[in-house]
């Protein structure tokens, strides 16, 4: 599984390469978009556990204390934020910035505006 995840995201990452550097124009009206899905993507779910834990907490006092420490580690057991999460998040939005400015970078052409949508 890991292999196969792997290569999506190298595959992804090189698409995305490709377009940025063949098509500049497309992608600077393409990557804000993508930026804001991926945000979303990342944001909704971190949102839901802080909703989810926040609940749990919030009842806590009515489980019986025999029992109250179990049900407090099996909810903290389910949160998957890690550290794995923000650094690729950050990574990703740093290289699609980096992508964004690569016409720049090349000194092919003037950076393109993305409100204009490369006209």
Do not use: C, N
Not at 34 to 51: D, E, K
Not at 53 to 74: C, T, W, Y
Not at 89 to 116: C, N, Q, S, V
């Amino acid at each position: 599984m890991e292999g196969l995840l792997s290569g999506l995201v190298f595959a992804a990452i090189s698409a995305l390469t490709y377009l940025a550097y063949k098509h500049p124009k497309p992608f600077q009206w393409f990557a804000p978009k993508l930026l804001w899905v991926i945000t979303a993507a990342w944001l909704l779910p971190h949102l839901w556990q802080y909703g989810r834990l926040s609940g749990a907490r919030a009842v806590i006092d009515f489980v019986p204390l025999d029992e109250r420490f179990a049900a407090m580690q099996s909810i903290e057991d389910s949160v998957f934020t890690s550290w794995i999460w923000i650094a690729g998040y950050a990574a990703f939005g740093i290289y699609m910035i980096f992508l964004m400015t690569l016409p720049a970078w090349l000194h092919e052409e003037e950076p393109i505006d993305p409100k204009r949508g490369g006209e």
